[in-house]
């Protein structure tokens, strides 16, 4: 969950490396560094962010270089574990983990290396370094040396007396910069837009010679590979904060133009078509029988939203898994079923491998719904839908979330249709409602003020509890994780209905209760459960549509959505939730983009 950028060019590449880490410093924060050759081999790390790094880079020089910046995995955030780790003119920088590290470690100590790091990471410089010595040049011994590793890993190699960086890619992501002037290599495209839009994604296995004047590449079994060039269609102006205080509140404002750009297909569509999920969808998804989500995180929880959807809508029976639990576990494979892996980054390992254990069971109708084109989880599967939600840096998901919904709902509908479950004038209403999405989720963001004068009675708390009934216990889950997420408050979720079965133990004046309360068919027993936080003397926060009738009464605030939204309630209710948490970190004055522990795209187990 690290980020890398590397160069090999005429210009000065130092002022590019520090540029590319701060667009890649929402992927870990530790700490930073960089090693550049001028012409010997020179190191700088610091412990922190980025402008750290930056200060101490100020007024450097190279044509050559490497960089990186750090998300803790072995070993504590300090300058001996950061990155680049050297071995001789050697230095090298890791995204993954390497799984048998300290098999390679015990081996290449008894040869007289010395380990001065507790990283995973070193084990690589100095196993390149002893390749090296059977008189291999650096390419081939990258080659060679990666064959041993076992894990995930995307790394990058300098090496004093070599006119090129070397990296290579194998379950982390990599991509090459292909640039006028040189050629560069990220794990993220918004780190090269500074000095290219012509990106080449390295597929799993493949090794890259980067130097001034060209690059190529080699596959996973030894011979030449040719990548397709991409032009990046993502804008600068996309990664840039712009008139906003943080990413996070930028990236909840962009979201009526990310359901937007993700609804686009059906702006002028008269039906649901399963052409929306590739040329292969309509004999793939017929014959379906059940559907299993797979995904981490917050994509789980729009998983769970989907479940709601698919059963009712389609009447398939929808399981849903934390992909870290159904990789591991024996599960019962089923042909028929259509396995959906969603992600926002298409990267998150245990997704990856979730995907990849079902296929290995032979469950080969697989959906990737993702909002990075050239992902690994995209390549993976035989069908996708990308979310088009644009790049999000805040840690904290929020647009990837309501596009993620946005096209589940598409998914839940096509099903219903391929099953005959859905009515001409049924399937023109939902088409509507997914068309007027983006106008009703502006007037949502709308009541941004009095959402913010909610969050300062949160700011003291230190304990939460969220309430939600149906397809809105998914959300109540979401805004628990973005409370706990960016604001430190220990917040759960729990079904409304399961109040009185252990969480109504916790509830007093201290423990503020926050709930959804759509005007559907659960309200009448929401507002009961509602009633038994009351009766303990507990503090009610209640997101209620227009036309939701709740009582007023001591200890209740109560905010109303303009509208009321149907199946598609929880786009909109998700919001609300997402700045009380934004404005909660606000007021108590945490790091709103950069969480402490956490990091953005989990590439690692």
Known sequence: MCGIV????????????????????????????????????????????VAELAAQADGRAAGLGIAHTRWATHGAPCERNAHPHISGGLAVVHNGIIENYAEIKQELAGKGYAFTSDTDTEVIAHLIQETLKSGAGLFEAVQRATRRLVGAYAIAVLREGDAAVVVARHGAPLLLGVGADGHYAASDASALLQVTRRMVYLEEGDVAELRRDGYRIVGSGGTAAERTIHESTLSADAVELGEYRHYMQKEIFEQPQALAATLEMIGGAQSFSANLFGAAAPEALSGVKTVLIVACGTSFHAGLVARYWIEQLAGLPCTVEVASEYRYRVSVPDPDQLVVAVSQSGETADTLASIRHAKALGMTRTLALCNVPESAIVRECALRFLTRAGPEIGVASTKAFTTQLAALFLLAATLAKQAGRMSAA????????????????????????????????????????????????????????????????????????????????????????????????????????????????????????????????????????????????????????????????????????????????????
């Open 6 to 49: 590397a160069a090999a060019a005429t210009r000065n590449i130092v002022p590019v490396l520090v540029e590319g880490l701060k667009k890649l410093e929402y992927r870990g924060y530790d700490s930073a560094g960089l090693a550049v050759l001028n012409p010997q081999l020179s190191r700088l790390r610091s412990v922190g962010r």
């Open 426 to 605: 049924q399937e023109a209403a939902h088409l509507t409602s997914l068309r007027h999405l983006p106008v009703a989720l502006q007037k949502v963001l709308a009541l941004e003020p009095d959402i913010a004068a909610w969050a300062s009675l949160f700011a003291d708390k230190h304990h939460a509890l969220f309430l939600g009934r149906g397809h809105h216990y998914p959300i109540a889950l979401e805004g628990a994780l973005k409370l706990k997420e960016i604001s430190y408050i220990h917040a759960e979720a729990y079904p409304a209905g399961e109040l009185k079965h252990g969480p109504l133990a916790l509830v007093d004046r201290e423990m503020p209760v926050v709930s959804v309360a759509p005007n559907d068919a659960l309200l009448e027993k929401l507002k009961s459960n509602l009633q038994e936080v009351a009766a303990r003397g507990g503090e009610l926060y209640v997101f209620a549509d227009a036309d939701s009738v709740v009582p007023a009464e001591a200890g209740l605030h109560i905010l109303r959505l303009p509208e009321h939204y149907g199946l598609l309630s929880p786009v909109l209710h998700v919001v609300p939730l997402q700045l009380l948490a934004y404005h909660a970190a606000l007021v108590k004055g945490t790091d709103v983009d950069k969480p402490r522990n956490l990091a953005k795209s989990v590439t690692v187990e």
